[in-house]
């Protein structure tokens, strides 16, 4: 998407250890005609594919997918990443390991809010080495669901988890995917959707 290029060209801060800032339209502070535009985006490469449902894990996710969901007409549900008095019943759980915080944690949904056979898109703001999006994966397969495709707004294609996740044929689609990224620079790999 190349609004998207341009935008984390402009805004876009590069921080040690291999992160991207973008909070200042993303993931903090949100620009909402923006990411209006981020929703259009994900409906448009995922035309084909039937979406009952949006799956994203708390907490920069939620915006993004609630946007997008507008676009496809259904409900959004997040994993939580920790155990609250509000979530009651069974629950599914997959334990992930957090690429900014580095630590493990669990994520946790209540069952009733993703049930066998339903088709689900899952949507986050960020791919990096992928065990974020492999947890939600984990959730869908334990709960029988059907997994249509993984939206990514910014792929750190340097990083493994999108080699990971198209190696076992997952329908992965990220709207920017830096190749490299430096003080001195970005480059985006070209998109062929
Ligand atoms: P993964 O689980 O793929 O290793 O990392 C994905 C999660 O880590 C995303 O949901 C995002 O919150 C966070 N993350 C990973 N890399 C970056 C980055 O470069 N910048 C920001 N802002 N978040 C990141």
Redesign the pocket.
């Known amino acids: 998407m190349k609004a998207l290029e341009e935008r984390i060209l402009k805004d876009g801060q590069v921080r040690p250890g291999?992160?991207?800032?973008?909070?200042s339209f993303l993931?903090h502070q949100m620009d909402i005609p923006f990411i209006n535009e981020i929703g259009k985006e994900f409906k448009r490469v995922f035309a084909d594919r039937q979406v009952d449902k949006i799956l994203t894990?708390e907490a920069?996710?939620i915006g993004i997918a609630c946007i997008t969901a507008q676009y496809f007409g259904v409900p959004v549900v997040f994993a939580k990443k920790a155990q609250s008095i509000n979530l009651d019943g069974d629950q599914y759980t997959a334990k992930?390991q957090?690429?900014?915080h580095n630590k493990t944690y669990d994520v946790i949904l209540t069952k009733k809010y993703l049930s066998e056979g339903e088709h689900v898109l899952v949507i986050?703001?960020?791919?990096?080495?992928?065990?974020?999006?492999r947890g939600l994966i984990e959730i869908i397969e334990e709960s029988g669901a059907i997994l249509e495709g993984v939206g990514i707004v910014i792929e750190?294609g340097f990083q493994e988890?999108g080699k990971d996740l198209r190696a076992r044929g997952i329908n992965l689609k990220s709207l920017a995917i830096i190749k490299s990224m430096s003080d001195d620079g970005l480059e985006f790999e070209e998109l062929d959707y």
């Open positions: 291999h992160i991207l800032k973008v909070d993931n894990i920069s996710g992930v957090s690429y900014t986050d703001d960020f791919l990096a080495n992928g065990c974020a999006a750190k988890g």
